[in-house]
């Protein structure tokens, strides 16, 4: 470690290092957000399958709320498997995750629906988002922690690749959706379809595993403990704002950094609604707009690739010009494109139309997400940054982002107009611009 500006930076590490991060932290996110996509993309069909038959508008709402409903305990996996890392490594903590995913996985793939086993069938699936969501709130923290302190100068870009592997997440489940439904029929769909891209999501997690079990420790990490066998502030606590290796990182995290709390998931809203929106959209396109299901499906793989291949570009970018004069213009474009976005869609409904939008709201997201990582991280200390990671980025998920499809389908439905979720998106981009201001004033991000 070196010392700069009166600050521990972490040296650059080996190349090989680094790309055994990225890929021990992006296969096991990939695989997660795979999942947690493929149930927002399915929900029609797996609303068919585990609730009683009756309105299909109901049906859909109530895929919807378990889609919600499991974000509720994100934070607590947060918490738990945040301060997991903390105490004991992220290494340690991602691979617990990846784990506890495969199993929620197992059991979306093969749970028998409600014809068969009744309301045993609706409880199970709502026990298998909460496993998933409980190994997804500890992921964030965990592996962005773990990927932005591999080298301090590139910490956006490496940083980055937390959310390009959510872009690549995107990407294979609107491949899947929009291949399946392309091929299958809709009893197809309903009976096995749905359940194939979740029966290849068991095969992505033993391979993120072993990836995971033979990557290095994160050098801060390392550091912190060696500190600590020594005596060093690091170690002992005796740092500003850092808790001692004994102390609680909950504690710790509630007690000194309310402030990074609520600045990391301040900038986190827009983004968050913006990427369940997209997720929306084709949803949106089939049953409001009567668009073909298969053509709404590629849509959104075109918006997966620009999240994917732009992110890190975004990084690079960030990394050399500077974080906020990147992601305040974004977050402006976004607040001042939504609604005209909107009116066009529902204007002139098209293929074409929904692809366009969805490109530009794509490019938007990729230039606000690229830097957003080590925004975030910059809001807490190396001890306390997974557990404050993993609790601020679950909340706000949970708030602003599991029930954003349901807050717009809820909107459509009150106001009758099909431009009334662009609204939300406004209000949501300049609660993050405010959130980017009082981090750059309070915790000298820039």
């Not at 026990?127 to 923290?141: D, N, P, S, V």
């Not at 937390?162 to 995107?170: C, D, I, P």
């Not at 906020?324 to 869609?345: C, D, E, G, N």
């Amino acid at each position: 470690m070196t010392e700069v500006a009166g600050r521990q930076t972490q040296s650059a590490p080996p190349r090989t290092s680094a790309r055994r991060a990225i890929a021990a932290a992006t296969i096991g996110n990939a695989l997660e957000w795979f999942d947690l996509a493929l149930y927002a993309l399915l929900a029609s069909y797996i609303g068919k399958t585990f609730f009683p038959a009756g309105d299909p508008g109901i049906q859909l709402v109530q895929t919807y709320a378990v889609f919600g409903i499991t974000y509720l305990i994100r934070p607590i996996g947060g918490l738990l498997i945040g301060a997991y890392a903390d105490r004991h490594g992220r290494k340690k903590a991602l691979m617990l995750s990846i784990r506890l995913m495969v199993v929620g996985t197992l059991m979306m793939a093969f749970m028998p629906g409600y014809a068969a086993l009744g309301v045993v069938a609706p409880l199970g699936i709502i026990l298998a988002r909460l496993i998933q969501g409980f190994a997804a709130g500890g992921e964030f923290g965990a592996a962005t922690s773990f990927l932005v302190e591999r080298n301090e100068r590139r910490k956006s870009f490496l940083g980055s690749f937390q959310f390009a592997s959510q872009g690549l997440s995107t990407l294979m489940a609107a491949g899947f959706a929009a291949g399946l439904t392309a091929v299958l029929s809709e009893e197809q769909m309903t009976s096995w379809g749905w359940r194939v891209p979740f029966v290849f999501g068991l095969l992505i997690g033993p391979v993120g595993y072993f990836v995971r079990r033979y990557v290095d420790e994160s050098p801060a990490i390392t550091a912190a403990t060696e500190g600590a066998g020594t005596g060093t502030a690091e170690g002992t606590g005796a740092a500003k704002g850092t808790a001692g290796p004994e102390a609680s990182p909950i504690r710790t995290v509630f007690r000194d950094h309310w402030g990074g709390l609520l600045i990391a998931g301040g900038v986190l809203i827009v983004s968050t609604a913006l990427n369940f929106v997209l997720q929306y959209l084709p949803t949106f396109g089939i049953k409001e707009l009567g668009l073909d299901e298969s053509l709404s499906f590629v849509a959104l793989f075109v918006a997966g690739a620009i999240l994917t291949l732009g992110t890190p570009v975004v990084g690079l970018l960030a990394d050399r010009f500077g974080r906020l004069r990147i992601m305040v213009p974004a977050a402006l474009l976004i607040a001042a494109s939504a609604v005209p976005l909107f009116i066009w869609l529902t204007r002139a409904p098209s293929f074409l139309t929904l692809v366009l939008c969805m490109t530009i709201l794509g490019l938007l997201k990729a230039a606000y997400f690229g830097a957003l990582p080590s925004v975030m991280s910059d809001a807490f200390p190396v001890r306390a940054r997974a557990t404050g990671l993993s609790f601020s980025y679950n909340t706000t998920v949970a708030v602003f982002g599991g029930f954003t499809p349901t807050i717009a389908a809820a909107l459509v439905t009150a106001t009758g107009s099909q431009v009334s979720p662009s609204y939300y998106l406004v209000a949501v981009a300049l609660l993050s611009i405010a959130a980017l201001a009082a981090g750059a004033r309070f915790r000298g991000i820039r």
